[in-house]
Nanobody, 123 residues
Framework: QVQLVESGGGLVQAGDSLTLSCAAS????????MGWFRQAPGKEREFVAG????????YYADSVKGRFTISIDNAKNTVHLHMNSLKPEDTAVYYC????????????????WGQGTQVTVSS
C-alpha cells in the first residue's frame, strides 16, 4: 500500500511561483512511476507531469513544459513540483499519484492517489 500526501498549495498571483510537495510512504520512487495531475472545476482530471520508476525519465504536458519542473528527494521520499510563471488557467486541485510499471498520462492507470492540494492563481 502506497500513501501519498500533497502539500504546498495556496493562492498566488499570475506570474508567481509555487512548489508543491508529495510525500510518499516507503521507497515508492524506486518502484513506482509517479504522476502529477490537476483538476479544475467542471473539467476532467488531466496529466501535468511525471517520471518513471527511479526518476530517469520525466515527461511534461505541453501546457506546462518550460514552466513546471519535477525534483525528487529520495532521502525524504518526497517529490516536488516546481511551478513558475503561473497563469490563471493553472488554477486547480493538484494530485500526485503512483502506479506500477511504465509512466502513463492516463488517469485510470494510476493505483494510488493523494488527497490533493488547491492551487489558485489570480489574474
Amino acid at each position: 500500500q502506497v500513501q501519498l500526501v500533497e502539500s504546498g498549495g495556496g493562492l498566488v498571483q499570475a506570474g508567481d511561483s509555487l512548489t508543491l510537495s508529495c510525500a510518499a510512504s516507503g521507497r515508492t520512487f524506486s518502484n513506482y512511476a509517479m504522476g502529477w495531475f490537476r483538476q479544475a472545476p467542471g473539467k476532467e482530471r488531466e496529466f501535468v507531469a511525471g517520471f518513471s520508476a527511479g526518476g530517469g525519465y520525466r515527461y511534461y504536458a505541453d501546457s506546462v513544459k518550460g514552466r513546471f519542473t519535477i525534483s525528487i528527494d529520495n532521502a525524504k521520499n518526497t517529490v516536488h513540483l516546481h511551478m513558475n510563471s503561473l497563469k490563471p488557467e493553472d488554477t486547480a486541485v493538484y494530485y500526485c499519484a503512483a502506479k506500477w510499471g511504465a509512466l502513463s498520462s492516463r488517469r485510470d492507470d494510476y493505483n494510488y492517489w493523494g488527497q490533493g492540494t488547491q492551487v489558485t492563481v489570480s489574474s
